[in-house]
């Protein structure tokens, strides 16, 4: 089991701008001076919102991020800025595309997830009870190979509803079957498949952990794994095209390990809540941060979307 060293944080992280921490890593170690270049610095794109979250890439590079206070989803065009793409999205948190460009929308305080035609902008509701319970709150998503999905179903009480039961994880098949996968967790958050879609990781924002799974086939885990200890809470995360693992970590930053579970050290933002690849080469890495959305340039090129393999 991996074990995060503290990181300290370096230099200016005043408005708009801040540095990188870095590591000392032994001969060959992957150190973040691989990932990012030194004193390179965050930038923010746009402030002003509630809470972003749900960082969703599309096939070029453009990025969708939701703003839950405000119910509200964003778009940003690479090179073009940002506007409103809806304003009724029920406490938008997680997002991604499917293979064929759709977005998913975990809409939390709705108890359900939903996708988007984003030309049209179409809602429709994808899943919203198990056994005839409404979910808890629908927190993030992991959409596989077939379009079937996972996700989180946490409680934090967003519109201050109680939990109707376990805080779990589950599996959406293509034709809409519900399947509980994971009860380890006691508050699950993020959730992301790797590119080969072997292998899923799992956040656990109230134990302070990612857990590990070999995936046998669509909706079938095994061999759950207690991966990664944090010193804080995890919740959104993200790849690189060389498997290192971004996990966003509140006031912490954002953690970033090798896929042996190594720690490569922390970028320093003042928050983190959830992190993606895009731009036009997908080296860019955003990172939604409370009321703001912040971007960093990287020296690595990020997992592709669906839509866009």
């Not at 001076?33 to 004193?39: E, F, L, S, T």
């Not at 964003?74 to 090179?79: L, Q």
């Not at 948190?93 to 759709?102: L, T």
Request: proline residues 4%.
């Amino acid at each position: 089991m991996a074990t995060l060293k503290i990181i300290l944080r370096l230099g200016m992280l005043g408005a708009g701008f801040g540095m990188v921490a870095s590591t000392a890593a032994a001969a060959g170690a992957v150190t973040l001076d691989d990932v990012i270049a030194p004193g390179t610095q965050w930038r923010e794109i746009a402030g002003g919102y509630g809470f972003t979250e749900g960082p969703a890439a599309d096939a070029h590079g453009n990025v969708y991020f939701s703003d839950g206070k405000n119910n509200s989803i964003h778009f940003y065009e690479v090179g073009k800025g940002v506007s409103v793409f809806v304003s009724d999205s029920t406490d938008a948190n997680g997002m991604m595309m499917n293979s064929k460009g759709e977005l998913y929308v975990c809409e939390g305080a709705a108890y359900r997830v939903v996708k988007f035609d984003v030309k049209t902008k179409k809602k429709t509701v994808l899943v919203s009870e198990i056994d005839g319970t409404h979910f808890n709150e629908p927190n993030d998503l992991a959409i596989d190979e077939v379009d079937g999905f996972y996700f989180t179903d946490p409680c934090y009480s967003h519109a201050g509803q109680k939990a109707v039961m376990k805080e779990d994880v589950y599996y959406v098949s293509p034709q809409g079957k519900v399947t509980r996968v994971s009860t380890v967790c006691k508050k699950p958050n993020g959730v992301l498949l790797t590119a080969d879609f072997k292998t899923l990781y799992l956040a656990d924002n109230g134990g302070r952990k990612i857990y590990k799974y070999d995936v046998k086939s669509p909706g079938v885990l095994a061999n759950e794994q207690s991966w990664i200890d944090l010193p804080g809470g995890p919740d959104g995360m993200t790849l690189d095209e060389q498997g290192n693992l971004y996990i966003a970590c509140g006031k912490i930053g954002v953690c970033v390990y090798t896929p042996q579970g190594k720690q490569i050290g922390v970028i320093a933002v003042p928050y983190a809540s959830n992190v993606v690849f895009g731009g036009k080469d997908f080296r860019t890495l955003f990172i939604t941060s409370r009321d703001k959305f912040l971007a960093i340039d990287t020296k690595v090129r990020g997992v592709k979307p669906l839509c866009a393999r």
